[in-house]
């Protein structure tokens, strides 16, 4: 198969892949399977992504990062997925978490954050989802108010990554407008041992060694600079999280699809049922994978245009793109592992050759951080100017 990413990125971009790669060579899928099935964490993997300065690649230099972008980082998350070991807590702790707090945190929290979340020191989960909003952010009821010189938070999170292995979330609450009544977004940083802060674990059927959890707040009191950015910045500081998180989901997808795809191709250069030839000899089994291999470039490609126009400074621009390739790379993800398990029959199924599990984790993409539904309405109303159904 072709060399990534060789057309659209520069030479820089094109080592740094080559770089990530090996170091997910040196791990792979075992080494996740084995901390699943431990109860472990990919803590061996993730301090030497941080020690050869991958995790905060997105991140300013003068805070310890690289100075690159979420180009950048998506490169290191697509490239652990095609080894077959992703690191999931990219996704929240440098892409959201560190750029909200490098573009709207204070100088404070910048100092305080962003050296370790570059240099892996310091984790950040991300909190926005709600039991009873869904994808509906507008109906989040985690609500702030201030008391004296201080916060006070109260409400639910559900399908928050990480919180067990994380110093602190960042939390997307609600304050009211003095003026209107109205509740806008607003992000507070809660440290892991706050009191009324706590955590249940959901249990999963998803195999992954970042685990899930809900999390109530229950009167969690929060000094004034909690708060990260404006308290009328609205849903400015939300979005700046929210699309490079769509674009390193498409990373995680697009890596998980190249990884199970090679699995197949491998298997079917090799496999021979009839007569001496292999079964990819055959157009019944080619043309599918070719299929696949075509709709995981396509993603990248958008993926890239995506984390072009953020680095850029391109907000609007990038909050289209980014929706577009989330929703491209799980389409992909998903077609490209059933079609690779299909490839090896009754052996992919088993453990042995580990895309099993993938049928289950390939849709993660197509559910989270927002439903491919979500998406389709954003892209009919925002792009093509249809009426709202809602």
Known sequence: MSTPGTVVETEEQQALRAAVAA?????????????????????????DAAKLGYLGVNLPEEYGG??????????????LGAAGCPLLMMVVSPAICGTVISRFGTEEQRRQWLPGLADGSLTM????????????????????????????????????SGVDIADATLIVGRTEDARTGRLKPCLFIVPREAEGFARNAIDMELQAAEKQFELVLDEVRLPADALVGEEDAGLLQLFAGLNPERIMTAAF???????????????????SVWKDAAIGSHQAIA???AQAHIDLE??????????????????VGAGEAANMA??????????????????LGGNGLTREYGLASLITASRVARIAPVSREMILNYVSHQTLGLPKSY
């Open 326 to 343: 989330k929703y491209a790379a799980a389409e992909a993800c998903v077609r490209a592992v059933d079609q690779s398990v299909h490839t």
């Open 287 to 289: 043309h599918p994978l």
């Open 66 to 79: 690289g100075g690159g972008g979420i180009a950048e980082l998506s490169i290191v998350l697509e490239e």
């Open 125 to 160: 989960a991300f909190g926005i989802t709600e039991p009873d909003a869904g994808s509906n952010s507008h109906r989040i009821t985690t609500t702030a108010r201030r008391d004296g010189d201080s916060w006070v938070l109260t409400g639910r999170k559900v399908f928050v």
């Open 298 to 315: 396509l993603a990248r490609l958008m993926m890239q245009k995506a984390a072009h126009l953020y680095d850029a400074g391109d907000d």
């Open 23 to 47: 170091l997910g060579k040196r791990y792979g899928r075992d080494y996740v399977t084995r901390l699943v099935r431990d109860g472990g964490h990919p803590t061996e993997l993730w301090a």
């Open 253 to 271: 997808a697009v890596g998980m699809g190249r990884y199970a795809l090679e699995r197949a191709v491998s298997y079917a250069k090799e496999r």
